[in-house]
T-cell receptor, first 114, second 111 residues
């Protein structure tokens, strides 16, 4: 069964460092997402990406965050200068079509900022 | 602004019991509602997707219903098993690009 894959599974970084989280969405999906979940809290929307551009972003997704689809398969989330409060599980998700599709998630990348 | 609430926040039941998890949303103009399962430290596994024109979906021991007008969905789990222990999340989309998630129900099924 096709799946969304994410790397790394866990990354530890120092405050102020740049981090890139990588995702390979399901191959025929068109819409791509990043969500995050701070420990013990709800899953929060960060950004959606369609047709090689951001289609929607939340208030959390400030100038420190960026997304890119550098080739036909990878989808990346970059955090330019990490803060302690960026520590969370980051989930990538993909959707085949907007109105009727089923959202599929990866296993997540746990980011720990020290 | 769409808000999604799930009740109860936690539930502990003996094995074999049938149970109902509740999800409510404030804006009834939704397109889809999806139920997910999350095991500790893991990703979200899709359980059931209910599109706006549908009233329920079934998969094995799971049945999800949707009442858009009242802003509610229920997930029914029949004959619960210890392997069903997990956090169950509902999420809705209102035709924008994002899904909004509820706070989740943490289920523990005791052997």
């Amino acid at each position: 069964e096709p799946e969304v894959t994410q790397t790394p599974s866990h990354q530890v970084t120092q405050m102020g460092q740049e981090v890139i989280l990588r995702c390979v969405p399901i191959s025929n999906h068109l819409y791509f997402y990043w969500y995050r979940q701070i420990l013990g809290q709800k899953v929060e929307f960060l950004v959606s990406f369609y047709n090689n551009e951001i289609s929607e972003k939340s208030e959390i997704f400030d100038d420190q965050f960026s997304v890119e689809r550098p080739d036909g398969s990878n989808f990346t989330l970059k955090i330019r200068s990490t803060k302690l409060e960026d520590s969370a599980m980051y989930f990538c998700a993909s959707l085949p079509e907007l109105l009727t599709g089923e959202l599929f998630f990866g296993e997540g990348s746990r980011l720990t900022v020290l | 602004k769409q808000e999604v609430t799930q009740i109860p926040a936690a539930l502990s039941v003996p094995e074999g019991e049938n149970l109902v998890l509740n999800c409510s949303f404030t804006d009834s103009a939704i397109y889809n509602l999806q139920w997910f399962r999350q095991d500790p430290g893991k990703g979200l596994t899709s359980l059931l997707l209910i599109q706006s024109s549908q009233r329920e979906q079934t998969s094995g021991r799971l049945n999800a219903s949707l009442d858009k007008s009242s802003g509610r969905s229920t997930l029914y789990i029949a004959a619960s098993q210890p392997g069903d222990s997990a956090t169950y999340l509902c999420a809705v989309t209102s035709g924008t690009y994002k899904y909004i998630f509820g706070t989740g129900t943490r289920l523990k099924v005791l052997a």
